[in-house]
């Protein structure tokens, strides 16, 4: 199995690049939390920056696993995919996850950054699928 993953990544820029993505937004997020939240009083990072990273996170996860299962059909490149997939799922994080979880609230602008996240994984793809390999 480990060599299939290998082997996976190996093969797919996409895998890759995803991957790469993931851990940057990972990365991101914890200095986020643990220093920009507690110097910087702007009302965006305190509210939105991580809702636009939990985008651009949920694609290059969806894209990982697509690749890791072997279903191209499922993976999130085009833009109007991405554009619908972050939004769905801004709609059940912020108005179906508020039901059952009790310190979440609802923020419709919360949804606009999950889709702002998810364009922003779709430049970043765009821009690094058209070079050309050296």
């Given at each position: ?34 220093y920009l939240k507690n110097v910087l009083g702007w009302s965006f990072i305190q509210n ?11 694609v290059a996860v969806v894209n990982v696993l697509a690749m890791l299962g072997d279903q ?11 554009l619908l997939f972050t939004f769905v799922c801004g709609l059940f994080w912020e108005y ?39």
């Amino acid at each position: 199995m480990r060599d299939e993953v290998l082997s996976t990544f190996r093969r797919s820029k996409i895998a890759r690049v995803s991957l790469l993505i993931g851990g940057a937004v990972l990365l991101l997020y914890i200095v986020n939390r643990l220093y920009l939240k507690n110097v910087l009083g702007w009302s965006f990072i305190q509210n939105h920056f991580n809702d636009v990273l939990a985008g651009m996170l949920i694609v290059a996860v969806v894209n990982v696993l697509a690749m890791l299962g072997d279903q191209r059909k499922l993976l999130l490149i085009r833009f109007m995919r991405i554009l619908l997939f972050t939004f769905v799922c801004g709609l059940f994080w912020e108005y179906v996850t508020p039901l059952y979880v009790s310190y979440s609230v609802s923020d419709r602008f919360d949804v606009l950054a999950y889709m702002t996240g998810g364009l922003l994984y779709w430049g970043i793809i765009r821009i690094i699928m058209r070079q050309r390999k050296g």
